[in-house]
T-cell receptor
Framework: AQTVTQSQPEMSVQEAETVTLSCTYDTSESDYYLFWYKQPPSRQMILVIRQEAYKQQNATENRFSVNFQKAAKSFSLKISDSQLGDAAMYFCAYRRDEGSNYQLIWGAGTKLIIKP | GAVVSQHPSWVICKSGTSVKIECRSLDFQATTMFWYRQFPKQSLMLMATSNEGSKATYEQGVEKDKFLINHASLTLSTLTVTSAHPEDSSFYIC?????????????FGPGTRLTVL
């Protein structure tokens, strides 16, 4: 069975600095998707970034980028120029390419604190 | 972008009563909807997967007779918590998978906070 591990329950960073959130996963599949979701205090889940396993190039979305290491089964999120609005819970999630009704497997989450 | 709504956003009910939560995809058709439960400071726990026109698939440990799910159309799924008790108090989140998108990305509703007195 697939599992997703986020080993950092909480991280803090100074505003404008860079922070990296860690995520590892376990799977025997070769094709899958990885996601980072943000859940701010409003509790609305927001997709931050997505990575297709077949793509070697790391995904980027403005200040957000990932370091996808397929062999190591690692998928870290880097937030550059941290802003106060980045404060939230961040969840890493895995999904098979097909089957399993596209269910997401979730990590435990990392609480990100931004220090002004 | 795709929008999913949930109603109500917050509900308080007495123990023993039933509560219905609606999940709607507003601008896309969703063949699959998911219902999650989230406890404070924890991750999302999948309760069930709902496919339009068929019975929901419940995760192990989730009582199907207590958490009734109906997915009658491509834009609406409902979760009914029957005979609610204080231990059912939680934050419930739905998501919908856009049926035509290759990635099959899930879009999330804003959640419903249920408090059972």
């Amino acid at each position: 069975a697939q599992t997703v591990t986020q080993s950092q329950p909480e991280m803090s960073v100074q505003e404008a600095e860079t922070v990296t959130l860690s995520c590892t996963y376990d799977t025997s599949e070769s094709d899958y998707y990885l996601f980072w979701y943000k859940q701010p205090p409003s509790r609305q889940m927001i997709l931050v970034i997505r990575q297709e396993a077949y793509k070697q190039q790391n995904a980027t979305e403005n200040r957000f980028s990932v370091n996808f290491q397929k062999a190591a089964k690692s998928f870290s999120l880097k937030i550059s120029d941290s802003q106060l609005g980045d404060a939230a819970m961040y969840f890493c999630a895995y999904r098979r390419d097909e089957g399993s009704n596209y269910q997401l497997i979730w990590g435990a989450g990392t609480k990100l604190i931004i220090k002004p | 972008g795709a929008v999913v709504s949930q109603h109500p956003s917050w509900v308080i009910c007495k123990s023993g009563t039933s509560v219905k939560i609606e999940c709607r995809s507003l601008d896309f058709q969703a063949t699959t909807m998911f219902w999650y439960r989230q406890f404070p400071k924890q991750s999302l726990m999948l309760m069930a997967t709902s496919n339009e026109g068929s019975k929901a698939t419940y995760e192990q440990g989730v009582e199907k007779d207590k958490f009734l799910i109906n997915h009658a159309s491509l834009t609406l799924s409902t979760l009914t918590v029957t005979s609610a008790h204080p231990e059912d108090s939680s934050f419930y989140i739905c998501s919908a998978r856009e049926s035509l998108a290759g990635v099959g990305e899930q879009f999330f509703g804003p959640g419903t906070r249920l408090t059972v007195l």
